[in-house]
């Protein structure tokens, strides 16, 4: 299926990628002018798109359709209009292609009394697995994510980032071909991310095709350089990352860090020159930079060095992102 170019979109803002052609036959996930809608809210509005074989990121702010179209993909929820296809087939109510996609939702929905272990375990039973053979694959999934330290513990107990990492083994447990991963960094510290892009990646280079969803550039940019931006429930363009860096760096990215020691984290900030501004919340530091790849690079060789204390989240507000679109599109 060839995929229409979003030219008015790209002329308007100068942004020079263009939409590939990617065939139904070859594409992972094809949407056939899709659109989705709750009531009166749109929020997938007359999507076409063709997502090639391999890892690729689904960029946008909170509220563009990410997640509506990750559960169209899964067959979660059914096309107010239109048709999704996966490994070339129709979704909707096709039960087998379910058992070749693997899962991580953004919501969590976990038996906190439960070990992560536990959990994994009778997850990947309802895939048909006997006891055995769960219990093997579940100790697989979790030392996959670096969960073995806390396979034993309640998930009540799980930090922010050991909750993400369980639901990414249970997403892999019965090993599917296609992983939809939707926001899978947030909340972890500079460490389990980069672990995590890491484990993504090598998903990619083993044969897995990967789509993953976050509203931060530098992240999706660590795992793949092809993208699709959405927004407002449409695709405003498909391609290489790469082609869209100088549009978004014209933007100040504010990055808020949660740390044991924000005042000895600020100090490091104040002399470095991508650092445009800082100020102080409860229990962190807010950084206005100018250089985002720089200022993530530098603070995940922090976070590694232990020199500066436990830094415990790292997130960036929607807002900055959502100006670049608008930037994008000229609304």
């Not at 990646?201 to 976050?214: F, L, Q, T």
């Not at 415990?312 to 609304?331: G, I, R």
Request: glycine share 8%.
């Amino acid at each position: 299926m060839s995929v229409p170019s979003p030219a008015p979109a790209s002329v308007e803002s100068g942004f020079s990628g263009t939409i590939p052609t990617v065939s139904r036959t070859t594409a992972i996930v094809a949407a056939d002018h899709v659109s989705k809608w709750y009531g009166q809210v749109i929020g997938l509005n007359d999507v076409s798109v063709a997502v090639p074989q391999g890892v690729t990121g689904l960029l946008g702010p909170n509220g563009a359709g990410k997640s509506t179209f990750m559960k169209l993909i899964t067959g979660q929820l059914k096309p107010s209009k239109g048709m999704v296809q996966v490994m070339g087939e129709p979704i909707w109510r096709n039960p087998h292609l379910y058992f070749q996609i693997g899962f991580c939702p953004e919501q969590e929905a976990f038996y906190e009394r439960m070990t992560g272990l536990e959990w994994v375990r009778s997850l990947v039973r309802l895939n048909g697995l006997g006891e055995k053979e769960a219990d093997e694959a579940a100790r697989r999934a979790i030392a996959a994510v670096d969960l073995v330290e806390a396979q034993d513990k309640k998930i009540g107990a799980y930090s922010k980032g050991m909750r993400q990492r369980v639901k990414l083994a249970q997403s892999i447990v019965h090993d599917p071909q296609l992983l939809i991963l939707d926001e899978p960094l947030a909340g972890m510290d500079p460490i389990g991310r980069r672990k995590t892009i890491r484990l993504i990646r090598e998903w990619g280079r083993s044969g897995k095709s990967i789509i993953v969803s976050s509203h931060i550039l530098h992240e999706i940019e660590s795992m793949t350089s092809n993208i699709l931006l959405i927004n407002n429930g449409r695709i405003l363009a498909e391609g290489d990352v790469h082609q869209i860096r100088e549009l978004i760096d014209e933007h100040p990215h504010t990055v808020y860090v949660r740390g044991e020691d924000p005042r000895r984290l600020a100090r490091q900030f104040l002399d470095r020159d991508d650092v445009i501004s800082l100020r102080f919340e409860s229990g962190a530091v807010v950084v206005e930079t100018a250089k985002p790849d720089v200022f993530y690079s530098r603070l995940t060789d922090m976070a590694a060095s232990g020199e500066f204390g436990t830094i415990e989240e790292v997130t960036s507000p929607d807002d900055n992102l959502q100006a670049v679109f608008q930037y994008l599109v000229k609304t």
